[in-house]
């Protein structure tokens, strides 16, 4: 069985302020991981996503998230948040990229200027 | 190359009534996958079609069915609608490969309300 667990429904940063989200996860298998953001009213976008090749993994918009197995996390990081970066961001673990993915409950992340 | 998309954009019904939700997947894709994301919460998976047969099934009731046609373009059917039907109802595709390392895109939504 697979699950995600999101920590902080709602995170507030400054602008230029680090931004982290976090995502843990349980998987009997070697999972893939995902993260996507989905802004007012529109579907999701992927980000990043973790297929077993590199732990550090950099997708769009200047977000990066690194694969910890021992710990079980796959946190999503960006050094420098800004006003537009102000969305809902969605952590999902699958057993394949075609397969089903098993969502978070998400964290809204606000941008304060 | 065109995305994932979804058609209606917004969709009211009356409780009890039938729906019918369309979905074109992305060029290329052989693979259609239906989410429910209920208001606050994270999608949830519904099916997923891969040459047109059934390939996996959430934790949904009968009265969600669904269809993928030669073309890969699919439907989400929904019976006897209920109140928590309410959501937004997300389509996506993907390419399925022997390494299944694909990802799947998301098209924009349905919004349905249900009275």
């Known amino acids: 069985a697979q699950s995600v667990t999101q920590l902080g429904s709602h995170v507030s940063v400054s602008e230029g302020a680090l931004v982290l989200l976090r995502c843990n996860y349980s998987?009997?298998?070697?999972?893939?991981l995902f993260w996507y953001v989905q802004y007012p009213n529109q579907g999701l976008q992927l980000l990043l996503k973790?297929?077993?090749?590199?732990?550090l993994v950099k997708g769009i918009n200047g977000f990066e998230a690194e694969f910890k197995k021992s710990e079980t996390s796959f946190h999503l990081t960006k050094p420098s948040a800004h006003m537009s970066d102000a969305a809902e961001y969605f952590c999902?673990?699958?057993?394949?990229?075609?397969?089903?993915?098993?969502f978070g409950t998400g964290t809204r992340l606000k941008v304060l200027a | 190359e065109t995305g994932v998309t979804q058609s209606p954009t917004h969709l009211i019904k009356t409780r009890g009534q039938q729906v019918t939700l369309r979905c074109s997947s992305q060029?290329?894709?052989?693979?259609v996958s239906w989410y429910q994301q209920a208001l606050g919460q994270g999608p949830q998976f519904i099916f997923q079609?891969?040459?047109?047969?059934?390939?996996g099934r959430g934790n949904f009731p009968p009265r969600f069915s669904g269809l993928q046609f030669p073309n890969y373009s699919s439907e989400l059917n929904v019976n006897a609608l209920e109140l928590d039907d309410s959501a937004l109802y997300l389509c996506?595709?993907?390419?399925?490969?022997?390494?299944?390392?694909?990802?799947?895109?998301f098209g924009p939504g349905t919004r349905l309300t249900v009275l």
């Open positions: 999902a673990v699958s057993r394949g990229g075609t397969y089903k993915y098993i």
């Open positions: 998987s009997s298998v070697p999972p893939y």
């Open positions: 996506a595709s993907s390419l399925a490969t022997a390494g299944g390392t694909d990802t799947q895109y």
């Open positions: 079609y891969y040459r047109e047969e059934e390939n």
């Open positions: 973790y297929t077993s090749a590199a732990t």
């Open positions: 060029s290329g894709h052989n693979t």
